[in-house]
């Protein structure tokens, strides 16, 4: 499964940001995908994840009541919503997928396939 982060960019604090993860793989619709994000200097951390169909979403207490995770299957694309941005959630951000059931869609080790990452730079 090739996978294509994009929809990164820079925003002034409080704007907004539309990221989007495309899937080659045509059976799309079965896997769970994750977005994380990597700081310069720390570890890459869970930011949303959503199930094979939609129905199931998690957020970090960092970002939730700020983004929105959301699919669309036929266009075998997952989208992740954000807004009211804060300097803080300056990183380059990854989509990552895996035959659902992922044991953990949190954790970053239970997925087999990633994308290249697009750069968020929040300016305060």
């Known amino acids: 499964v090739q996978l294509q982060a994009s929809g990164g960019g820079l925003v002034q604090a409080g704007g907004s940001l539309s990221l989007s993860c495309a899937a080659s793989?045509?059976?799309?619709?079965?896997?769970?995908v994750g977005w994380f994000r990597q700081a310069p200097g720390k570890e890459r951390e869970f930011v949303a994840a959503?199930?094979?169909?939609?129905?199931?979403?998690l957020y970090a207490g960092s970002v939730r009541g700020r983004s929105t995770i959301s699919r669309d299957n036929a266009q075998k694309k997952v989208r992740l919503q954000m807004n009211s941005l804060r300097p803080e959630d300056t990183a380059v951000y990854y989509c990552?997928?895996?035959?659902?059931?992922?044991?953990?869609?949190?954790?970053?080790?239970?997925?087999?396939?990633w994308g290249q990452g697009t750069l968020v730079t929040v300016s305060s």
């Open positions: 990552a997928a895996d035959l659902d059931p992922v044991r953990d869609r949190r954790r970053p080790r239970d997925y087999r396939y």
């Open positions: 793989e045509h059976t799309f619709g079965s896997y769970a």
């Open positions: 959503i199930n094979w169909n939609g129905v199931s979403t």
